[in-house]
């Protein structure tokens, strides 16, 4: 039987017959090709033995790193990857204030305020690379740094202590890099930029807000920040007669810092702008402008809430768990009270359980406890936060009642409930020496002074008065000028009354976030009310 049958009979009856096939020289050498070696594909693997050999060879000659060396080089790696993190949580939050303030507003201005959010982050970053940095660590007068713009200057960090040389003395107390010391504290000065968007929103052009956040981030919020976080006049407010400090204004993440700065600004800016139209009536009466989107404000909240765990906790600048872990707590506990009491208070006030109230009351019990989550217990923490939740309520009604439009409750959030954490600390904080949990002291040795309700007396309240009264006053005065001088420049802060009738996404941007959609009608002051049938404007009967 030819080869060809057998191999066929072979493959068609294979359980029943066994046939032996001699392959073909061909298929020898095809066998013989496929055992032999392919020292092309091992070359990129000969290679990388070759480097590590010669590493290996040339490591032998340099002495082993102690336990020490090495502990402290982990240590570094350790501290400088939470602090990595943190920043990644609280820039991530840039989307939660987009989400937030987009959702808040009406759908003809979605455009603008997510333009406004993306770019904030890309100006102050420009802002304080330049000169912020400088202006609020390096060192120089208790006033202002007066060193290392763009970045420059001696510094040898993670060294830390006695140990730092450099003109970043103020922050050597944490043992990460130069970089990653500027990338934690870059991300909270944006943050104070986009407080400002959404109390002046949908009315202010946005050339002149894109300024305004340029010179808020590079010259207003590092002053201030200098008096605190820099070793200025704040930070070292009481002295001995041996001049040693003794007392001094505690923000331990940024209560007057990042969030009092950025309501000053708002509630300044949204002053000189005036309301939008329609919100006030000619009879006095306050006009609901609802925003368009709950849900988008509701996964802004969300996502908010998610950053405060890099915000806060990020602050401790090294990975303590202990610390990092009570922090957390805290600033949960916090915003839990929060939310809860807006919603109670709210619908005892109200009438109804207002979503948009639930958001602002956890934001603000979020705010409300980023000054003293290091330096109180869990159940003083659910109290700041429940109280910030009761303020953020009343607040929002107190800005309308003076006629201040504030479309997202911006400056009830950040500056009113920002300076009560403020004082929080004077009054709560359970001073440097103080156990708790466990025996772990927190800050031990740095903290503020016992609170008055921690049996310590009035000094840290005082000292925390004085803080929130110098700060606030200066970016008052600061944020008058640079609206006005901006006003001055770009021909008025303000866009049209027909472009803010029809919408800033059109009007500035020449496009819109729901094209397609009919759109609605903004009521104006006119004597008759107008109804947002989105088929043009009819006057209700």
Avoid at 40 to 59: C, D, G, K, N
Avoid at 312 to 318: D, E, I
Wanted: with cysteine; net charge negative.
């Amino acid at each position: 039987m030819p080869y060809w049958q057998r191999k066929h009979l072979c493959l068609a009856q294979e359980e029943k017959y066994t046939v032996l096939v001699y392959p073909s020289t061909r298929m020898r050498a095809k066998q013989r090709q496929r055992q032999s070696i392919n020292w092309t594909a091992a070359l990129p693997l000969l290679s990388l033995i070759a480097v590590f050999w010669s590493y290996a060879a040339f490591a032998q000659g340099t002495p082993e790193p102690t336990a020490a060396e090495v502990r402290a080089e982990l240590k570094v790696a350790l501290d400088t990857l939470w602090v990595a993190i943190a920043g990644f949580l609280v820039f991530f939050m840039n989307a939660g204030f987009a989400l937030v303030e987009s959702g808040f507003c009406r759908r003809k201005n979605a455009v603008n305020i997510l333009a406004k959010n993306l770019v904030v982050f890309a100006i102050a970053t420009i802002a304080y690379w330049i000169c912020g940095f400088a202006f609020m660590f390096s060192d120089g007068s208790p006033f202002m740094g007066s060193s290392g713009f763009f970045l420059s200057g001696a510094d040898n960090s993670p060294a830390t202590a006695g140990d730092y040389k450099g003109i970043f003395g103020s922050l050597n107390w944490t043992g990460v890099p130069l970089e990653a010391k500027f990338f934690f504290q870059l991300v909270f000065a944006g943050t104070a930029a986009t407080i400002v968007s959404g109390a002046v929103a949908e009315r202010i052009k946005f050339l002149a807000f894109l300024i305004f956040s340029f010179l808020l981030v590079g010259v207003s919020y590092p002053i201030t920040g200098h008096w605190i976080w820099g070793g200025g006049w704040l930070a070292n407010l009481a002295k001995d007669a041996e001049g040693n400090t003794v007392g001094g204004f505690f923000d331990f993440a940024g209560c007057v810092v990042v969030h009092s700065v950025g309501g000053w600004g708002a509630l300044v800016g949204a002053g000189v702008l005036g309301p939008r139209l329609g919100r006030y009536g000619s009879d006095g009466k306050v006009r609901a402008i609802p925003g368009h989107n709950m849900g988008l404000a509701t996964l802004g909240c969300l996502i908010l809430w998610l950053g405060w765990f890099g915000f806060n906790p990020g602050s401790t600048m090294a990975a303590d768990g202990r610390l990092i872990s009570h922090i957390a707590l805290t600033t949960n506990i916090a915003a839990s009270a929060g939310g809860i009491a807006a919603t109670a208070v709210a619908w005892l006030y109200l009438g109804k359980p207002d979503l948009s109230m639930i958001v602002n009351g956890i934001l603000a019990g979020l705010v409300g406890v980023t000054a003293a989550c290091a330096f109180v217990t869990l159940p003083s923490a659910a109290i700041i936060g429940a109280v910030a939740g009761v303020i953020v309520v009343f607040s929002v009604g107190f800005f309308d009642s003076i006629k201040i439009d504030d479309p997202v409750g911006a400056t009830s959030v950040h500056l009113v409930c920002g300076t009560w954490g403020a004082l929080a600390v004077g009054l709560f904080s359970v001073g440097p020496e103080t156990d708790i949990g466990g025996g772990y002291i927190l800050q031990a040795g740095l903290g503020p002074k016992a609170g008055l309700f921690a049996g310590g007396g009035a000094d840290q309240l005082i000292y925390q008065i004085i803080g929130v009264a110098t700060v606030g006053l200066f970016t008052t005065v600061f944020s008058f000028v640079a609206w006005y001088a901006i006003g001055l420049v770009t021909g008025g802060i303000r866009v049209s009354g027909e472009e803010e009738y029809e919408g800033l996404d059109i009007g500035e941007h020449g496009m819109e976030a729901y094209s397609g959609f009919s759109r609605e009608i903004v009521e104006d002051d006119s004597p008759a009310v107008f109804s947002t049938t989105g088929k043009g404007v009819t006057p209700e009967a």
